[in-house]
């Protein structure tokens, strides 16, 4: 499951949904918006930012990285 929610989110990244450095969903929106336990939605983010799609900013929440 926690899959085909990165693979929205990765594709919101993409298309410019989430432009560069906007902040992305947290924890407890993502487990909201797809009804996911936040384990899952934890997963999720944690994917994005080994894949470097995202960075997180201890206090702040998680943004979308800069490309280039």
Known sequence: MWRQIAAVLEQRIT??????????PSVVELSAEF???A?????VLAHL????????????????????
Do not use: C, I, N
Request: a neutral charge.
């Open 15 to 24: 298309d410019g949904t989430y432009p560069a450095g906007s902040r992305v």
């Open 39 to 43: 384990s899952t939605a934890q997963k």
């Open 35 to 37: 009804e996911v336990a």
């Open 49 to 68: 930012k080994a894949e470097g799609l995202v960075r997180a900013e201890v206090g702040l929440g998680t943004f979308v990285a800069d490309r280039g």
